[in-house]
């Protein structure tokens, strides 16, 4: 019977694992495994018609981005939606200035307008506001705000709920991604869907290393007892979370490739 031991993550790997890079609509090849479910009921409240804030709020590596992203391509998504823009909020930092300018900025550059058009020497929230609307207020448009913090919150809740916000007459539709459960709430109130992704079973822990292990056929490594113990320790040291989970089976495939450590599974 092969044995496996896998090294427990560190605290100090968690917060490089959980630094955030910049991200994009393009799918990096993550699997939705264990949250189909959330998938298709986002979709069916997109689709319904009607001015739609939804929220993904979790702790960091519970695959929120990967989620947005899914419904950000689904086909069905994509032909409700004449317009649909993806909006990485990762470089704006809390102690930077005119976090609302910066904002409308990647808005009309996602929108492929070019802001050196407007006619002013210090881009005005106003003027960014009003170009914004005449490029959407007559589209049925889907804006994803992903990895959104409370500095960020401060100003979408207002822009989003106010009068002379994002325009709401032609039924669209805003995805805010965040980990914190409050500023989902913060931005959409009580109109707000709120969505959690959960946290993985060990068969769907052992779907994501598989996926990671690129086509090696477990059956033929192990027995089914050490399979499921491998499944349930990585569920364990994982915590259910998908990135986690990902972490953990590129470090099992290390140990598979490289024989100088080939005695930890033999």
């Known amino acids: 019977m092969s044995k496996l ?19 994009s609509s393009i799918s990096d090849g993550s699997s939705i495994i264990g949250f189909q479910r959330c ?4 979709e069916s409240k997109l689709c319904e018609g009607g001015f739609k804030i939804i929220g993904i709020s979790g702790m960091c590596g519970t695959g929120k981005t990967t989620l947005a992203r ?8 994509s032909a409700a939606f004449s317009t649909k823009i993806w909006v990485c909020l990762s470089g704006i930092k809390s102690n930077e200035t005119n976090i609302g300018i910066q904002i409308l900025k990647l808005v009309l550059n996602e929108l492929d307008y070019n802001i050196d058009e407007l006619m002013m020497d210090k881009h005005d929230m106003a003027e960014l506001l009003e170009t914004i609307h005449l490029l959407i207020s007559h589209e049925k448009y ?21 009068a002379g916000g994002l325009p709401r007459g032609s039924g669209g539709a805003v995805i805010v ?12 109130g009580e109109s ?14 052992g779907k994501i290393v598989e996926d990671t292990l690129g086509g090696i056929d477990t059956s033929k490594v192990f027995d089914d007892a050490t399979w499921n113990k491998i499944k349930y ?27 100088q450590r080939s005695s930890e599974i033999s």
Do not use: Y
């Open 70 to 77: 899914e419904i950000f391509n689904d086909k069905s998504v």
């Open 142 to 162: 889907l804006i994803v705000f992903d990895d959104v913090w409370p500095w960020h919150a401060n100003f979408l809740a207002a822009e989003i709920n106010s």
């Open 177 to 188: 991604t965040t980990r914190l459960k409050k500023v989902a709430r913060r931005i959409g």
């Open 39 to 42: 998938v298709q009921d986002i």
């Open 233 to 259: 320790e990585i569920r364990h040291q994982s915590h259910g979370l998908p990135f986690a989970a990902k972490i953990l089976g590129e470090i099992f495939l290390e140990k598979i490739r490289n024989p």
């Open 5 to 23: 031991e896998l090294d427990p993550l560190e605290p100090h790997c968690t917060m490089e694992i959980c630094e955030r890079t910049s991200t």
């Open 192 to 205: 707000m869907i709120d969505v959690q992704p959960p946290l993985l079973e060990g068969e769907d822990c």
